[in-house]
């Protein structure tokens, strides 16, 4: 039974009766109960479904009302979408794939539930199947791997044993390919680690000498209004002279560090060889062909790694 607190003193409860939906005062409940049966009414939500907050308050004439008109708009939109993949398989059929996906896109857009639409989407991003570098989009073979299984059967019936064949070669050439690049990886990251903590020390040498060069010329300073000597100046000049000298290095090796430290981060990406950049090449075509293959099972082996 709903109940509704009106001033914390007056509860509406909505009945339901013979005749209709009326709203009846609980405090004159007692004058009026015996002329109508009444029973409660009870909204629930089927099993499965989502807890809807806009239907959360509404009386059942309401209720009604915006179930019906979810359900035309629902209507409207699978007609929308049907018209849509009939337009959509017409420049199929005239070998215009990119209108033909675009059309299909839509159709899919308005009822992610078409399968013909996901279908025709597919024939029209592969070509009717004669283009397989869609599956190579990441984005394309997640969607694929979210798709109806009347969709994904489909697909995988007119592509499977290809892309399982090209998944085996992959495979083959990125193992061994992976072994090297990391060999080589490793072998680049001890060198370039001694490099960068050559300049560094050197670094770190010359910019501590620059600072003791410069305390030493600000001591000597100090000195000059209590001593008549010249001994503070040339001492300021000394240190000053120095100074600049020790900035000079400090900077060459600044520069020289950051290089090396750049190397050692750029060592650490597959981009910065040619090996690698191959090997990145292979692993993203096999990602992409585990969402293909694979589903929704791709994902769930990522999270259970992480």
């Known amino acids: 039974m709903e109940e509704r607190i009106i001033d914390r003193e007056r509860e509406i409860k909505i009945k339901r009766k013979r005749e209709g939906d009326d709203a009846v005062d609980a405090l004159a409940a007692d004058e009026t109960e015996d002329e109508i049966p009444e029973e ?58 990119d209108e033909a996906e675009s059309l299909f896109g839509q159709a899919t857009v308005y009822d992610i539930e078409n399968a013909e639409a996901g279908k025709g989407l597919w024939r029209a991003r592969t070509k009717n199947f004669t283009d397989y570098e869609a599956f190579y989009r990441a984005e ?76 030493g010329a600000a001591i000597s300073a100090s000195f000059l209004y209590t001593t008549t000597s010249i001994a503070p100046i040339v001492l300021i000049s000394s240190f000053g002279g120095v100074a600049l000298v020790m900035a000079a290095l400090a900077i060459v090796f600044s ?41 929704a099972q791709a994902e769930e082996e990522e999270e259970t790694e992480e």
Not at 43 to 57: A, R, T
Not at 61 to 86: F, G, M, N, T
Not at 140 to 146: K, V
Not at 195 to 205: D, F, K, M, V
């Open 40 to 97: 409660e009414l009870v909204l629930e939500f089927p099993e499965g479904e989502e807890y809807d907050e806009d239907l959360v308050g509404l009386t059942p004439s309401q209720l009604k009302e915006e179930l019906a008109r979810r359900e035309k708009a629902l209507s409207e939109a699978r007609e929308e979408s049907k018209k849509l993949a009939a337009l959509g398989e017409e420049k199929l059929a005239e070998g215009s794939y």
């Open 140 to 215: 394309f073979a997640e969607e694929l791997s979210l798709a109806s299984e009347e969709v994904r059967a489909f697909v995988l019936k007119e592509a499977g044993e290809r892309l399982v064949a090209e998944r085996e070669t992959y495979r083959s050439e990125a193992e061994p390919l992976k072994e090297k690049v990391e060999e080589n990886m490793e072998r680049r990251r001890g060198y370039f680690r001694d490099n960068r903590r050559y300049y560094l020390i050197r670094y770190g040498i010359f910019f501590a000498l620059f600072c003791a060069c410069l305390l």
């Open 255 to 295: 520069r020289k560090l950051l290089v090396a430290h750049r190397l050692c981060r750029e060592n650490e990406k597959l981009s910065s060889t040619e090996e690698g950049a191959r090997l990145a090449y292979l692993q993203s075509r096999l990602e992409c062909l585990a969402w293909v293959l694979d589903g």
